[in-house]
């Protein structure tokens, strides 16, 4: 059974920090891990997509690698700003299942 | 991107009452769309997957009877709660799989409160 754990929990870091999320899943036959934010009441932002064949992405301020063998990937953010703040779920796929991590929630203090 | 639509955003209702919530993909056809929980803090843990014309598949310990899922074209799902209780008050997520590059597209979500 496949278990998607992320540390830390909770972050608060000062602006302008760059900063690491992680993300461990157990399976490592996935189709694709994503990573999403979750702003207080609201529903899923896709971040970012990378395929198993891929080792990472990048948007923006935002990189995601992904380790298969190791069941690993970081969400790294760049130069934070306090809009960032939210929670980070990162997501394993396999076949028409996603497994959800139970996210690390960022707080970005100006 | 594509989109997925969900509604209502947000139902207050009493205990005993059933409820419908709509999931549309509304730029691509969805054959198999998904329906996921969130408590409070807590991640989405999926409830149950529909593929259009079939019956829905259900995860270990949700009762299909509670929570009747239908998915009558590739644009709509709908997930009725009946006879709500207030422990079914929760965020309810959609999500439709479908598209030219075949991925996961989420809805915006509905804030469920029975009363």
């Known amino acids: 059974k496949q278990e998607v754990t992320q540390i830390p929990a909770a972050l608060s870091v000062p602006e302008g920090e760059n900063l690491v999320l992680n993300c461990s899943f157990t399976?490592?036959?996935?189709?694709?891990l994503q990573w999403f934010r979750q702003d207080p009441g609201k529903g899923l932002t896709s971040l970012l997509l990378?395929?198993?064949?891929?080792r990472e992405q990048t948007s923006g301020r935002l990189n995601a690698s992904l380790d298969k063998s190791s069941g690993r990937s970081t969400l790294y953010i760049a130069a934070s700003q306090p809009g960032d703040s939210a929670t980070y779920l990162c997501a394993v796929s396999k076949g028409f299942k996603t497994i959800f991590g139970a996210g690390t929630r960022l707080f970005v203090k100006a | 991107g594509a989109v997925v639509s969900q509604h209502p955003s947000r139902v207050i209702c009493k205990s005993g009452t059933s409820v419908k919530i709509e999931c549309r993909s509304l730029d691509f056809q969805a054959t198999t769309m998904f329906w996921y929980r969130q408590f409070p803090k807590k991640s989405l843990m999926l409830m149950a997957t529909?593929?259009?014309?079939?019956?829905?598949?259900?995860e270990q310990g949700v009762e299909k009877d509670k929570f009747l899922i239908n998915h009558a074209s590739l644009t709509l799902s709908t997930l009725t709660v009946t006879s709500a209780h207030p422990e079914d008050s929760s965020f309810y997520i959609c999500?439709?799989?479908?598209?030219?590059?075949?991925?996961?597209?989420f809805g915006p979500g509905t804030r469920l409160t029975v009363l």
């Open positions: 990378i395929q198993s064949s891929q």
């Open positions: 999500s439709a799989r479908g598209g030219a590059s075949d991925t996961q597209y």
């Open positions: 529909s593929n259009e014309g079939s019956k829905a598949t259900y």
């Open positions: 399976d490592s036959a996935i189709y694709n």
